[in-house]
């Protein structure tokens, strides 16, 4: 697939050259950020960014080609400073011109970015009523983003742990547990989020503040004890806005 890919650097600028003589791809060198319709990746030098990467890139994304950093730099304090930029890439020079070339080619390739088919599996997967169920590790991660996100949108969501105890000393048995952990399942939205971890069950709920989500959590709590009548066991619960 025939590429054109941009080089943005400052005149005089050593980054521009050395691409455009070590690989193979067509190399146009320029100092302007007006990038032409049939661009199909931007690379920019690090002396080019400047002060203002970040708005740099950002204004380079509005392209819709992928953009990468390039510098002959290579402490992890440059290459951490310019991934949180936005960009695609980051070209650590020098660099095997064969090299530079594959990796331009895996930027360029729309074959590959066009095929949409796991979404549709991914989709599949999903299907179904009731929350959303990870592992733990999952559930870390997911709650990280639920963090970020409500931060962002000023939304709410809220962190709600539910725990058994029991009467008489009695072990915890994993049915029970289980058996919780499905009705807190089926009865929660599709846009909830639980996870079992030992004798816990670890719920997120996706736009509910904190008198909800005790709402919620009786509800939840009410609806088990109502099929299980079990009275070596007691189901406590706390809530964490997750917002706060």
């Known amino acids: 697939m025939d590429s054109k890919v941009i080089v943005l650097d400052i005149a005089g600028g050593k980054t521009g050259d050395y691409i455009k003589s070590a690989c193979k791809t067509d190399i146009s060198l320029s100092d302007s950020t007006d990038i032409p319709s049939d661009c199909s990746c931007v690379i920019v030098s690090d002396e080019f960014l400047g002060e203002n990467a970040s708005e740099l890139i950002t204004s380079l994304n509005c392209t819709g080609v992928p953009v990468c950093a390039a510098t002959f730099d290579s402490s992890l304090s440059k290459q951490e400073q310019l991934s949180l930029t936005g960009v695609d890439d980051v070209f650590i020079l020098p660099m095997f011109g064969a090299l530079i070339d594959k990796k331009i080619e895996l930027l360029t390739d729309t074959e590959k970015t066009e095929d949409l ?7 599949a997967d999903t299907q179904g009523q009731g929350s959303f169920t990870v592992n733990e590790n999952d559930f870390k991660r997911l709650y990280e983003f639920i963090q970020r996100m409500v931060e962002r949108l000023d939304k709410d969501a809220s962190l709600v742990v539910f ?10 048995e994993p049915e029970i547990v289980n058996d919780f952990t499905s009705v807190v399942q089926r009865c929660l939205r599709k846009g909830d989020i639980s996870c079992k971890s030992g004798h816990s069950i670890y719920v997120i709920l996706v736009g509910a503040d904190r008198s909800s989500s005790e709402k919620v959590a009786k509800r ?6 109502s099929i299980c009548d079990d009275d070596a066991y007691d189901i406590e619960y706390k809530v964490k806005p997750i917002n706060s």
Do not use: D, P
Request: aromatic letters at 22%.
């Open 220 to 225: 939840l709590i009410e609806t088990f004890w």
């Open 163 to 172: 725990s058994f105890t029991t009467r008489f000393s009695a072990k915890i």
């Open 117 to 123: 088919s796991f979404i549709e599996k991914l989709s």
